[in-house]
């Protein structure tokens, strides 16, 4: 069973390579410079092939180009009149410049030397230029109309210059005084070619008038002129000791050979002005002919429009009209290699010859072009009157037919090693264009033609054929099969049946023996443009305009599969491996594999660019051919178990990298690790190697010494997978390290060389700023963290040590006492209280005293108040002078602690006047009187516990009386009875300077205020002034009130 292909590859493609204009050919006789559009192609004439092509980047079309004589520089024109000077070897443009023409340039010449050039423009002025020293020399006026060819007098030191224009005028240029010397008047039409002798004595000119004047260069004036009968297009000058008896070349005189309309070759003498020898390009081919066929020759269009000597090769290049390219030997002027320059539409194209290695291609001309697949040598061959539409070949024969557009068909016999071609047979009968032909495939009997007539018919071949005679031949059978133009036929591989498919939708099945109509297939939606037989089951392949393709059944002429795919008309359909998959191609010039089974597309070709109107399948079917309306002839290889083969070679080297990889890490030889990463193309895997050489001590000054012995084609395939791991946040760090260690390392000159280093900044870039920002933000936020828990640090100081005194001055009876006064009470005393709150806001504003100095007053006001209990605490604390009064109250605290908390808010709860207490628990705890002294008040530190109302009160009086504009902070207050009942909630004293958050869960009731600072002072803000007044108790009780009940 055969396999299954699944990919096809270009083998060799063939495309357009010349489109007109003048030619050049190297000195040495190796390359011809053809022009093609916007570009020049160097053809290698031993291969055939296209090696270098030139200007094809500027998009300009070239109206002109010249190749030195040395073969250094071609100089190109363009139609936006300028000159481009090109290195053509190195493929290099050395300049441009202006041409200073006011209109394109048509021609242009070389002397001798290579300096300088001349160019000639449809402005009838001719400007010479110096090519080394890059100005121009001179501008030489006197044409009428284009100039239409220069050439510079082979003799350098004479300096002298002959031009020709469409006033049929050949001036003489003296360079050395840029006047013209001579006005040649010896034509009558437009002169085309000037030619000096080998001498330099005598220059020959030739024109469309039918005439060649020989003319001295001495005396500028016509020696000779000579009737050649003909419009001349070109004319080339022999050397003189040239002797070749084939062509009756003797060297006792001068020679040249005319071309023109007629296509033909003729050598004369010129001394005697005869023609001495006559061929042409058909002849030249040695193809036999009839007389009745060569008499059409003369008007198939195959005008010569250039002739070209080389004295190296000593060759004859000819050029015809129709792009085609020969090279004669001039010993014989027999055809050594041939060119076609531009096939334009390739129509049909089929395999020929052993081996395939011939194909036989119809363009969209009345010559069918035989081609070498190998070297691409072409054979042309004449007969057809007009455009040929389809070709078919003989099986096992070196016959094939062909038809076109003059309603006839043509048996061919081609003998490819002697170059022999010869018409053997010629059938008429058709009404009109036959562009459907199939050849009997069992044995050479018979074939089948289809035409726009709608007419289908047979055809014997005869036995007796002779490449000496053309025979005529008639259809023996002969049956009008559509309603439309019939596209396509085919044979099936028994020879019993024939298939036709028409433009009027439908594919009929036909009996070859009496054209008996069996069956007709009915499916598509439009025109059917090609049937094809399986070559092993009953099944028939039709393509269509609709975009499908349809296999139908032979014995019930229904559809039994359809392929989609195509979005445009299908043109052609063939089996390939055995009739398992199908190869189609499409007017959007792709070509598309099908496996039937699967009903897939296995793959596009694409390569044509325009309508694929031909395919042909090998013998072998391991290669196809295409031809399409881009003028390209490609052969396909196929390249399936090449791909296989190539694959399994792959896996086994990559598993073999693999293992040595593995090993390489393994023994910590990073450095050939990383050169193997990257040919495996394995970034992360690279990744992994950096961040192990990175974990070490001294990583990154390692990894800059791995990476110093890196080559520069690795260093930019880092540079690219840094890229890649750039992309990850979690890789970004080992990206900058890997940038910055090369950046270190090489200088921004040595950078700007690698290959890839702009799409690799293109991908560093973008997230490097993102990365930066990210760190960035980071940053600000890990040091506000920092500056947020180093402000907590200092605010749990004070809470803790706030609540040991909270628990410390619960602990003392006095304090108790104090808190159970009543509103009338607080107002009896209203001195004291005002005293007292004087004391505090002053103690407040200076930021707290030292805690021994408050213990003290704490001491005398506890011995006044409550008598005995704070004498038998005073004793008792002086039982024990080893310890500290601090660490006498905090032991208290610790035994009283719950109890003292819980009386504290049951009192606070049982009160009701709790919102007007002015109760003033002061604990104080510190050193002695003598420590308090040597300590600056900046360094004290105070905690007071306030009541709600007192803390409103002394700060709305600090802010009225403006003496303290000092923040406080760190000041704890009873817990009001409504923020008590409900813990969550959370109060403001004033909007303006001050906050309160709730530390009930943390400190037992009490909230923590804090003045905002930078905040305006209120008092100025509500309009007061700096003056000061007193304030008065229902002032105070008015602004305490309020919010209270709130």
């Known amino acids: 069973m055969s396999q299954l292909k699944t990919n096809f590859a270009v083998k060799s ?39 270098i092509t030139i200007g094809e980047e500027q998009e300009e079309e070239i109206t002109s180009f010249c190749l030195s004589p040395d073969d250094q520089f071609l100089i190109l024109a363009t139609k936006h009149l300028l000159l481009r000077q090109w290195d053509w070897r190195n493929k290099k443009l050395i300049r441009s410049w202006k041409a200073i023409h006011y209109a394109p340039v048509v021609c242009m010449g070389f002397d001798s030397t290579s300096t300088l050039l001349a160019t000639g423009g449809a ?324 074939f089948v033609t289809g035409s726009e007539d709608s007419t289908l018919k047979v055809w014997q071949l005869p036995s007796d054929l002779s490449t000496t005679v053309t025979m005529e031949i008639q259809a023996t059978m002969t049956e009008k099969a559509h309603e439309k133009t019939i596209s396509s036929v085919c044979i099936a591989p028994n020879d019993k049946f024939i298939a036709t498919g028409s433009m009027d939708k439908t594919a009929k099945i036909w009996a070859a023996s009496d054209l008996r109509l069996l069956g007709v297939m009915r499916g598509h ?21 609709d975009g499908l393709v349809k296999l139908w059944s032979l014995t019930d002429f229904s559809c039994v599969r359809t392929f989609e795919g195509h979005d445009c008309a299908v043109l052609k359909v063939s089996f390939v491996t055995r009739g398992m998959q199908l190869l189609t191609s499409g007017t959007n010039g792709l070509v598309k594999l099908w496996t039937i089974k699967t009903n897939e597309c296995v793959r596009t070709l694409e390569e044509h660019e325009d309508k694929v109107w031909s395919l042909a399948v090998g013998e072998k079917e391991d290669t196809f051919i295409t031809g399409a309306a881009d003028a390209s002839l490609i052969v396909w290889q196929d390249v399936t178990e090449t791909e296989q083969i190539e694959a399994r070679e792959k896996q086994e080297q990559a598993v073999l990298q693999e293992q040595e990889l593995s090993n390489l890490i393994q023994q910590k030889k990073y450095l050939k690790a990383i050169g193997l990463c990257i040919t495996l193309e394995q970034p992360f895997r690279l990744l992994n190697i950096l961040k192990e050489i990175m974990s070490g001590d001294d990583g990154e000054e390692k990894l800059q010494e791995t990476l110093e012995k890196l080559r520069m084609d690795q260093i930019d395939a880092l540079l690219r997978f840094s890229g890649q791991w750039n992309t990850n946040s979690r890789h970004c760090h080992e990206a900058q390290v890997v940038v910055s260690c090369v950046l270190k390392m090489y200088p921004p000159a040595k950078l700007q060389q690698l290959a890839n280093l702009r799409v690799s900044l293109e991908g560093l870039i973008p997230y490097s700023e993102r990365h930066l920002s990210r760190m960035s933000r980071l940053l600000q936020q890990s040091m506000f963290l920092e500056y947020t828990w180093q402000c907590m640090k200092g605010m749990d100081t004070d809470k803790v040590q706030s609540s040991v005194e909270l628990d410390t001055a619960a602990a003392i009876p006095g304090i108790q006492s104090e808190n159970k006064g009543s509103k009338t009470g607080m107002v009896d005393s209203e001195e004291t209280s005002e005293s007292e709150e004087s004391d505090l806001g002053e103690e407040i504003a200076a930021g707290g005293t030292h805690l021994e100095a408050s213990k003290e007053r704490l001491s005398s006001k506890q011995d006044s108040d409550s008598g005995s209990d704070s004498s038998s605490e005073s004793g008792s604390d002086s039982d024990n002078p080893g310890v500290s009064i601090s660490q006498q109250n905090k032991m208290k605290t610790s035994n009283n602690k719950k109890t003292v908390r819980h009386d504290s808010v049951s009192e606070s709860d049982t009160s009701p006047e709790s919102d007007l207490d002015t109760q003033d628990r002061t604990v104080e705890s510190g050193s002695s009187d003598s420590d308090d002294s040597e300590e600056s008040e900046g360094q004290r530190v105070e905690s007071r516990i306030f009541s709600t109302e007192m803390v409103q009160k002394k700060l709305f009086k600090e802010q009225l009386t403006k003496e303290n504009r000092s923040p406080v902070k760190n000041i704890l207050f009873d817990t009001p009875m409504e923020i008590g009942k409900n813990p969550n909630k959370k109060r403001k004293i004033t909007d303006q300077f001050t906050v309160v958050k709730d530390h009930t869960r943390e400190n037992g009731g009490a909230f923590t205020i804090d003045r905002k600072a930078g905040q305006p002072e209120v008092g100025r803000g509500r309009g007061l002034g700096n003056k000061k007044r007193k304030v008065t108790r229902d002032d105070k009780l008015k602004k305490l009130k309020g919010p209270a009940r709130r």
């Open 123 to 446: 402005d009838s002025t001719v400007k010479l230029w110096d090519i080394h020293k890059q100005y121009c020399t001179h501008n030489l006026k006197g044409h009428q109309g284009i100039v239409s060819a220069v050439a510079f007098h082979p003799d350098t030191s004479r300096l002298q210059l002959f031009t020709a224009g469409e006033d049929y005028k050949v001036r003489a240029w003296d360079l050395t005084t840029s006047r013209c010397t001579a006005v040649i008047g010896a034509h009558y039409s437009l002169v085309t070619t000037i030619s000096f002798g080998h001498d330099g004595k005598s220059v020959y000119t030739a024109g469309r008038d039918g005439v060649v004047a020989k003319i001295d260069t001495s005396s500028l004036s016509v020696i000779r002129t000579i009737p050649v009968f003909e419009v001349l297009e070109a004319l080339v000058v022999l050397p003189p000791d040239c002797d070749y008896p084939d062509v009756n070349i003797d060297s006792g005189s001068d020679h040249f050979i005319t071309a023109g309309n007629k296509g033909a070759l003729r050598v004369w003498n010129a001394e005697t002005g005869k023609c001495v020898y006559t061929t042409d390009p058909v002849h030249a081919t040695q193809q036999s002919e009839t007389p009745a066929i060569t008499d059409k020759q003369g008007d198939d269009g195959q005008n010569i429009t250039q002739l070209l000597y080389n004295e190296a090769m000593n060759t004859i290049t000819v050029v015809t009209y129709f792009q085609n390219i020969s090279i004669l030997g001039l010993d014989k002027l027999r055809l050594q290699k041939q060119f076609a320059g531009n096939n334009d539409e390739i129509l049909d194209v089929k395999y020929f010859g052993e081996g395939d290695g011939y194909a036989i291609v119809a363009t969209n001309s009345q010559h069918i072009k035989v081609f070498e697949l190998e070297t691409w040598n072409c054979e042309i061959l004449y007969g057809h009157t007009d455009i040929v539409l389809a070709i078919a070949h003989i099986d096992k024969t070196d016959m094939f037919i062909s038809s076109g557009k003059d309603n006839t068909v043509r048996v061919w016999q081609i003998n490819p090693e002697v170059k022999q071609v010869s018409c053997l047979a010629v059938g008429q009968g058709h009404t009109g264009a036959v562009g459907a032909l199939a050849m009997s495939r069992l044995k050479a009997g018979f």
């Open 525 to 545: 939606k439009r025109g059917i443009w090609s049937v094809q037989f399986s070559p092993i089951d009953q099944i028939l392949a039709t393509s269509s305009g």
């Open 13 to 51: 493609k063939y495309e357009a390579f010349y489109t007109g204009g003048k030619i050049q050919i190297s000195k040495d006789g190796l390359y011809l410079f053809c022009g093609c559009g916007n570009k020049v192609n160097v053809l290698e004439i031993s291969t055939g092939k296209v090696t």
